[in-house]
C-alpha cells in the first residue's frame, strides 16, 4: 500500500503527483500490461540479452568518458 504524507496547506496536486511517481515506480502498470499477452520464453530470454547488451553498452560509454 502506497502511503503519501501529506503536509499541512500542502497543494492536492504535488500530493498526486507524488503518488503517481511512487506508483509509476512500484511497476505494477508495467507487470499489468506484460500480463496481457503471452510472451513464449525463448522471446523473454532474447529480450532479456538484449537489455543487457543495451546497460553493457551504456556502462562502458560512461567508463570512456
Do not use: C, H
Not at 511517481?21 to 499489468?32: A, M
Not at 499477452?37 to 530470454?45: C, E, F, L, N, T
Amino acid at each position: 500500500m502506497i502511503i503519501i504524507p501529506v503536509k499541512e496547506g500542502e497543494n492536492i496536486e504535488r500530493a498526486l503527483k507524488k503518488f503517481k511517481r511512487k506508483f509509476e515506480k512500484t511497476g505494477v502498470i508495467r507487470e499489468l500490461r506484460a500480463r496481457q499477452a503471452y510472451k513464449k520464453p525463448s522471446v523473454r530470454r532474447r529480450e532479456q540479452i538484449q537489455k543487457a547488451r543495451y546497460i553493457q553498452k551504456l556502462q562502458a560509454e560512461s567508463d570512456k568518458a
